[in-house]
């Protein structure tokens, strides 16, 4: 009878930041066995994800690793404190 090779079913996810978001870091992240790349949407502009994004590409195209991306949005609550000033009211209300 043939062995059937099994995938590993434990995933490694990692969320990309400030610290480990250039080229090099993400391809040694990739070697160590990051399966799947977080984005936190509650920090940084839409251009820094882009940014962090076209680097994690450029690290699989040097690597030959595959990696999935998950994109961790803002919460309802969080947008809801976006829109209150200072004074607690809602901005929309001042």
Do not use: W
């Not at 066995?33 to 690290?59: C, I, K, P, W």
Request: charged share 25%; net charge positive.
């Amino acid at each position: 009878m043939a062995m059937i090779e099994q995938k590993p079913k434990t995933k490694i996810v990692c969320t990309l930041g400030p610290a480990s978001r250039s080229v090099e870091m993400v391809e040694k992240l990739l070697k160590a066995g990051m399966n799947v790349a977080r984005f936190n949407f509650s920090h940084g502009s839409h251009e820094y994800h882009q940014e962090t994004l076209d680097n994690l590409r450029q690290a699989m195209l040097n690597t030959g690793i595959l990696c999935a991306v998950m994109l961790d949005t803002k919460t309802e609550a969080q947008f809801k404190k976006q829109e209150t000033s200072s004074c607690g009211v809602r901005k929309r209300m001042c």
